[in-house]
């Protein structure tokens, strides 16, 4: 609902600033928007009926000049947009019943608007029923039928958010899809999106049937196998078709890995997976599903995990998943030591990477962000790393990461205070004003509060290393 009213008041404030028509005296009035604001919407439809039978009567104002002008229908707007943030149905409802009865006037202009208005008033209206419903679909259909292939898209949407399934195979059995189209250029990608939503349907056919199964525990019967293998695969053959376009068709993927992996078919999902990327090298949530499914699949493969993580990083370095290449790239070195190899000390490894997350106010609110940075300082194993990534930092993590005034926004993070109070002493040392605005205040429990003041008596910052080599990046 406020995503749709929040899409009507855009187009409100770039629309027109006033109405202009003529009163019952023949002399020209304005309304202003801002004066439309907050009016009861009832009150305002009484307004817009004793208007649009003014104007019915008028010549001197055609129906073309109106809807150039915004006319009749601005108050409209404004009366529904007031009724839908106040929660007010019925007064939309009603609005919307008589709006759509004069798409001919609107359309086509607004007719996507009134459309996902509809769709949203029809929703939440406490007397609505499938009928009303269908009803004001197809008087929408008529004044859009070049458009059909939208109103089909959102049809499919509705009818599958509110689970019916076989009303969304009959809306696609109509075939609506080659009636009236005009095959331009968002032909192609309509059609996509239609198969998309068909792959879907038969998906959640699909995983009804096994919700039936699991909640039985017992075999199916032969019928039953044969319509849930069906299901499956064309579900599995519709996203298949979509996942040959280039797109971000993430959804299409999560559920075909579903199937997959529910059948078996592993070496099928990594055909996909890997196809997905070549098809999109830029978006980052290719490397996400490939990278669950290697983490389940072949858990101990550490070089190709971090391959993938790093093109992860590299496209969202605030991703969660950065901390998993943190950890792993730890671990490999960690490795190194063990073996008795020298560390790779001039190579920024995990550091780098667990900065980039401290560095966002969205992502640095993880104790374990905060924990592994103090382990990686305990350990001296990333003494120049550390050195060269707070260089770029000390002129303003103190202002930003370290700010003393943001100790006072809840004791419920206190944990999180404490051991980023930690890392500030260990990268500030004593002079760490975060630090001892966290002692002042009343946030930390007396174990944790006994924790900071112990290491801010012993002053142990980071040793001084000269970086008189450059520190490569990973």
């Known amino acids: 609902m406020e995503a749709n009213a929040e899409a009507l008041i855009e187009f409100l404030e770039e629309s027109q600033a006033h109405v202009e028509y003529r009163d019952r005296k023949g002399e020209r009035s304005k309304v202003k928007l801002s004066e439309l604001k907050g009016i009861n919407p009832k009150g305002l439809l009484t307004r817009y009926y004793q208007f649009t039978e003014h104007v019915a009567e008028s010549d001197e104002f055609p129906v073309a000049q109106q809807r150039r002008g915004g006319g009749y229908l601005m108050p409209m707007m404004c009366a529904i947009r007031d009724a839908m943030l106040d929660r007010d149905w019925e007064s939309a409802g009603l609005a919307v019943y008589h709006l759509v009865n004069r798409l001919n006037d609107c359309y086509p202009y607004f007719w996507h608007i009134w459309w996902k208005i509809m769709v949203e008033v029809t929703r939440n209206h406490p007397d609505a029923t499938k009928a009303s419903f269908d009803q004001m679909l197809r008087k929408i259909k008529i004044v859009t039928a070049k458009d059909i292939m939208e109103i089909l898209l959102d049809q499919l949407q509705h009818l599958i958010n509110e689970g019916r399934l076989d009303d969304a195979m009959e809306a696609l059995s109509e075939d609506m899809a080659t009636k009236h189209v005009n095959k331009d250029e968002r032909y192609h990608l309509m059609t996509i999106r239609i198969a998309a939503a068909e792959g879907i349907i038969h998906y959640a056919f699909w995983k009804r049937k096994l919700a039936q199964m699991n909640a039985h525990g017992s075999a199916m019967l032969a019928p039953d196998k044969r319509e849930f293998e069906m299901y499956a695969l064309k579900a599995v053959s519709f996203f298949q078709n979509v996942l040959d376009t280039p797109g971000p068709w993430d959804i299409c993927v999560r559920y075909s890995c579903e199937i997959l992996e529910e059948q078996g078919e592993f070496e099928q999902m990594s055909q996909m997976l890997n196809s997905y990327i070549e098809m999109n090298p830029n978006h980052g ?101 550390l050195k060269a990534a707070w260089k770029e930092r000390k002129s303003w993590w103190p202002h930003y990461v370290f700010r003393p005034s943001s100790v006072e926004y809840g004791a419920s993070q206190a944990t999180l205070f404490m051991w980023r109070g930690m890392c500030s002493l260990k990268l500030m040392g004593k002079g760490s004003l975060y630090a001892w605005s966290l002692l002042e205040a009343d946030v930390l429990d007396p174990e944790s509060r006994d924790k900071l003041e112990s290491m801010r008596k012993k002053d142990i910052a980071l040793p001084e290393v000269p970086l008189d080599e450059d520190v490569e990046s990973p």
């Open 285 to 385: 949530n290719a490397y996400k599903f490939l990278y669950y499914f290697l983490k389940s699949r072949e858990p101990n493969n550490k070089k190709r995990l971090i391959s993938v993580l790093k093109k992860v990083a590299r496209l969202n370095p605030y991703d969660d998943l950065v901390f998993d290449l943190c950890l792993l790239l730890h671990e490999k070195e960690q490795k190194r030591i063990r073996q008795k190899k020298p560390p790779t000390a001039n190579r920024m490894g995990p550091v780098e990477y667990l900065f980039d997350l401290l560095d966002s106010e969205i992502t640095n609110h993880r104790e374990d962000y905060w924990r592994l940075l103090l382990s990686f300082i305990e350990e001296g194993i990333y003494v120049k790393p």
